[in-house]
């Protein structure tokens, strides 16, 4: 916290399946800079995608549509 703001040094939201397979993660991990975002990205499954830090109620969101489809 900076003057009475949150500030985001890093962030990883890692979701996986039981055989420990990635499903979706959204991180800020300086790894890929051909994304547009960069430093921010989505991984999901092997494809890397341009994406900003999702707030943590879209995510939950995400999460539910993802396994809705199952």
């Known amino acids: 916290v900076q003057e009475g703001t949150l500030t985001w040094l890093s962030y990883r939201y890692h979701w996986q399946d039981a055989t420990g397979r990635l499903i979706l ?6 790894h890929h800079p051909e994304v547009e975002s960069f430093p921010h990205h989505k991984h999901v499954e092997e494809k890397v995608a341009a994406s900003e ?18």
């Open 25 to 30: 993660r959204y991180d800020n991990a300086p």
């Open 53 to 70: 830090r999702p707030a943590l109620v879209k995510l939950i969101a995400e999460i539910q549509r993802v396994l809705s489809k199952r």
